[in-house]
């Protein structure tokens, strides 16, 4: 048989498909992501070469608010690191030791992550809507009417809106795969801590959170990449509006591609965003290494 | 201490009801509101279940509002993009963990680039492709683009089946007389099938949900697919909620209806995405 599985032919026939298609779809586009990012470019006449001026530009141009996004993005980053994953945690080790319902709650709370985002969206958009929303509806129902806001629409208040069914929509997410980490350590490690008179909170705080220490890694990898990478509920909800103070570094690249023709701007905001989501991938790598 | 205890498991399960219900109200408000007329939804009774039952606003999603279109479109995108992604991925797969070459880790690992690289890497230079071969408003141009962003994912879990299939099963295969094809189509894809379910449940809920390339690379209204569609539905009914409602309905039952029955083998697929990755 190694004879048969030898021959090099055969690799080549069973790999070839694979290899045509992420090559030609992923690995190849970024490297041409990257060659359009230094050329001014509107996507039919030919292209300028001008090294890295869209760079220096989204880095300085206060009309673009490049900076002002990636801050967006990056404060739902740590929003997610800090309120959605505790909460998705908590939730967890409730469910992870066997209580009555747990399946059901499970099911439950997973749940919004398999709708689509533009159905959450379109939902939340009524349920913020200024004179019918539920939100505002119930407000007033308990006499709150000075609290009631054009959530979507104020300044002031857009941003928390957009951020709070991102957040709500993948605590299902985080608690499932750190749900499916508190259930695989070893029974006998619990039942010998409890032997030894440890509390449930000791139990969680010395032997299950280091035991799931890497799917919290992964976690953690996931909510940052995920708030960089964030598009499809702001787009829904705001599209970066009122005067951009939701915008994202992804509705931004949409509208600079797509509304202003600016595929060489498009680009770089492209490669900006796949450096980060990498460069943020390696550092949490690196700060969970430096734990051990 | 018996009854701290108590009091805390009580506090406990609230804290558990509570987040149930944030978690269904939306959903519960949806399937209702989906039924109800203007002034029901607008006052008389918003959250309370439907006085009368409006089944029209279906009729008025699926008909004027083109979502039965719509989800055709939707099913066949993802049903072309789960079939192109198993047989590429089984493919690819056994290369990688039977067949014998210098390499093989190397590429494997390469492979699994993929699960990090972000959509918006691609869509310039895709977006640019599609339209010199004139292939953007086709199915395709959103048919590859998916299948290419589900194969890491696919060739993970595969790669974990695989492994498991015991090697002697080649072996006597071979010693009766079976090529690498007769192996390969024989003994191993027929044993892959917890593997394609992973796989298939995983990518069609990708598909099922995709907004970015959907928006950018469909602009013909008769290709949308759901996700696209219910946005220019919901431009064009600002003022009726109903049938919005409706469409909202019809884009998420069936993906709710599959959890309903197979919520386990759903949930295993998005650890087994992520946790091995």
Redesign the interface.
């Known amino acids: 048989m190694n004879k048969l599985y030898n021959n090099k032919w055969y690799v080549i026939i069973f790999l070839l498909p694979a290899l045509i298609l992420f090559c030609g779809v992923l690995i190849a586009p970024i490297g041409a992501s990257a060659y359009f990012s230094f050329f001014d470019w509107n996507g039919f006449t030919d292209k300028i070469f001008i090294g890295f001026s869209n760079y220096k530009e989204l880095f300085t141009s206060d009309s673009i608010g490049f900076m002002k996004a990636l801050g967006n993005s990056l404060l739902l980053a740590a929003l997610s690191v800090f309120l959605q994953l505790p909460l998705a945690l908590g939730l967890a080790l409730v469910l992870g030791k066997k209580i009555k319902g747990e399946r059901i709650f499970l099911s439950v709370y997973f749940m919004p992550v398999l709708i689509s985002t533009v159905v959450i969206g379109q939902l939340w958009l009524k349920i913020y809507n200024p004179d019918y929303g539920v939100l505002n509806v119930a407000l007033r129902a308990v006499g709150l009417d000075n609290l009631t806001r054009i959530w979507l629409g104020d300044k002031a208040t857009a941003l928390g809106a957009v951020f709070v069914p991102i957040l709500w929509q993948y605590v299902g997410y985080h608690m499932l795969l750190l749900y499916a980490g508190v259930k695989s350590v070893p029974t006998e490690l619990r039942e010998a801590a409890m032997l030894d008179g440890a509390t449930d909170g000791q139990v969680n705080r010395y032997i299950v959170l280091p035991y799931i220490k890497p799917i919290i890694k992964i976690s953690v990898i996931f909510a940052v990449t995920g708030s960089l990478k964030s598009f499809d509920l702001i787009y829904v909800l705001t599209n970066g509006g009122p005067l951009h103070t939701t915008e994202v570094p992804s509705t931004l690249m949409i509208s600079m591609l797509f509304l202003r023709n600016r595929y060489g701007m498009g680009s770089t905001i492209a490669v900006l965003l796949i450096l980060l989501c990498f460069g943020f991938a390696l550092l949490i790598n690196l700060v969970f290494k430096e734990e051990d | 201490m018996r009854t701290t205890t108590k009091t805390r498991e009580v506090f406990?399960y609230i804290g558990?009801f509570l987040?149930?219900i944030?978690?269904?109200f939306?959903?519960y408000?949806?399937f209702t509101?989906s039924l109800k007329s203007n002034p029901e939804?607008?006052?008389d009774n918003?959250?309370g279940l439907p006085k009368e039952w409006l089944w029209s606003n279906y009729t008025t999603a699926l008909h004027t509002g083109n979502m039965g279109l719509y989800f055709l479109n939707s099913a066949i995108v993802a049903v072309t993009t789960i079939l192109i992604t198993l047989?590429?991925?089984l493919?690819?797969t056994?290369?990688?963990t039977?067949?014998?070459?210098r390499q093989r880790k190397t590429?494997n690992k390469f492979?699994m680039?993929?699960l990090?690289?972000?959509i918006?890497?691609?869509?310039?230079?895709?977006?640019?492709t599609l339209s010199k071969l004139n292939m953007l408003n086709t199915y395709w141009a959103l048919i590859?683009?998916y299948?290419?962003?589900s194969?890491?994912m696919a060739?993970l879990v595969c790669t974990g089946f695989m492994n498991e299939i015991p090697r002697e099963l080649?072996?006597s295969a071979?010693i009766d007389g079976c090529?690498?094809f007769g192996i390969?189509f024989h003994i191993i894809v027929p044993l892959m099938k917890p593997a394609v379910a992973t796989v298939g449940i995983y990518t069609f809920?990708q598909c099922?949900?995709e907004?970015?390339f959907a928006?950018?690379f469909i602009s013909k209204s008769a290709l949308r697919t759901?996700?696209?569609g219910?946005?220019a539905l919901?431009g064009q009914y600002t003022t009726e909620?109903g049938p919005?409602g409706a469409a909202?309905v019809l884009?998420?039952f069936p993906?709710?209806l599959v959890?309903i029955f197979l919520?386990k083998k759903?949930?295993e697929s998005?650890?087994a995405g992520?946790?091995k990755?």
Do not use: K
């Open positions: 406990l558990l987040w149930l944030v978690n269904l939306p959903v408000w949806m509101f939804i607008f006052g918003v959250i047989a590429v991925a493919l690819a056994f290369a990688l039977r067949l014998i070459w590429l492979f680039l993929g990090t690289i972000p918006h890497a691609s869509i310039v230079p895709v977006y640019v590859i683009p299948s290419a962003f194969l890491s060739i080649d072996e071979c090529g690498v390969f809920l099922w949900n907004l970015m928006n950018v759901l996700p696209v219910v946005q919901s909620w919005i909202l884009a998420t993906t709710l959890y919520s759903i949930q998005f650890i992520a946790v990755g």
